[in-house]
C-alpha cells in the first residue's frame, strides 16, 4: 500500500482562479475528474501510524502530492494531501468527483481543516516548503480526518493518543505537526474545503481561499459592472 501525500500550494496566487472555481461549482453538475499520482512535490518523509477503528497500522510515505489533471479535456497540474488511509494512491488516471468539504469530512472537521491550513500559512509566511513541513501538514490532516477521541465536547488532536496515532523518523517532524494541531482553536479560517472522491483509491483534500471582505467586494462590484454593461448592450441590440 501506498499512502501519499502533498505540500501547500501558492494559494494566494491563485485567488482569482479560485473564485471562479467556486461560482463554476456552484453553477454546474459535479464532473468527473482524471487524476494520476506522478510524484511528491517536495519530497516525502517517512510516517508510521495506527488507527484503531477500522484497525490499520502502516508505515507510508508523506507529503504534498503531485497530480497531473484532465478536467473536461483541460490539462493542468493539482497539489493536494491524502484523506484517505484505507485506499491507495494510482499512477494510472482515475476519475474523481469534487465534492464539498462539509459532505465529506462534516463541518466540525472541514473547519478544523481549514484552520491547519491558515495556521501554515501564517507560519511558514513565504520561504521555500520542504519536504519536512509538508509530511507534518500530511500527518496533521489524517489526524484530523481520523481522529474520534474528544474532550468536553471537541476533537482532541494529539499524534501520540487517541483513536489515531502518528509519528515520523524525521527529525522534528512530529513535534511540527503537533504544534499546529495544539494551536487549531485559536486559528482563523481562511480556506473552503473540498475533497476529491474516488470509490477504489484514495480521497484528496482541495482548498480554496476565500478572500477578505473587501477583496470580495471589489470582485463582485467588478462582475455587477460588466452585467450592467452586458444588459445595456442587450437593451440596445433590442432597441435596434
Known sequence: ???TAFSRTPWANSLLGALALGWLAASNPANATALTF???AQGSQTVSFTN???GLSETVNAGEMLFGMNDGGVTSTLRAYCVDIFQEASSKAQNYTLVNGI???G???AADLG???TEFDVWNGKTNITAQE???LQMAVWEIVNETAKSQGAYKFDLSSGSFQASSTGKGTTALAQSWLDGLGTANNWYQVSAYEN???QDYLALNKVPEPGSLSLVLGALGSLGLVARRRKAKAVKG
Open 107 to 109: 463541518a466540525e472537521k
Open 1 to 3: 500500500m501506498q499512502n
Open 134 to 136: 509538508t509530511g507534518a
Open 199 to 201: 470509490a477504489t483509491y
Open 115 to 117: 484552520r491547519l491550513f
Open 103 to 105: 459532505t465529506h469530512f
Open 52 to 54: 484503531t477503528k477500522p
Open 38 to 40: 506522478e510524484n511528491f
